[in-house]
Nanobody, 117 residues
């Protein structure tokens, strides 16, 4: 099982920026896909963005144009650059990895992002 540790969350004003990081215990260049999800209070966990083995990226409509997912294979770290933050972006953000032939899913513990004036 892959260990994932998120960091970089915090309190930010509307319109501000944050960059989340997710440090992985394995070699992320071999992962099938990595992604960010988020979960607001009383809501289901929702997909935010993903990056596949070939570095192709996908985004939820609600964050496209504002968020950028990237990774540094040398540091085994996944990132999420979040710009133009809105109060509705407030949530716990989770890092996800899918690995191996069996597509095993691993999750981090989450990091809180709060967008408020």
């Amino acid at each position: 099982q892959v260990q994932l540790v998120e960091s970089g969350g915090g309190l930010v004003l509307p319109g501000g920026s944050l960059k989340l990081s997710c440090a992985a215990s394995g070699s992320i260049s071999s992962f099938n896909v990595m992604a960010w999800y988020r979960q607001a209070p009383a809501n289901v966990r929702e997909w935010v963005a993903s990056i596949a083995a070939g570095d192709s990226t996908s985004y939820a409509a609600s964050v496209k144009g504002r968020f950028t997912i990237s990774r540094d294979n040398a540091k085994n770290t996944l990132y999420l650059q979040m710009n133009g933050l809105k109060p509705e972006d407030t949530a716990v953000y989770f890092c996800h990895a899918r690995t191996g032939a069996s597509n095993f899913d691993s999750w981090g513990q989450g990091t809180q992002v709060t967008v408020s004036a």
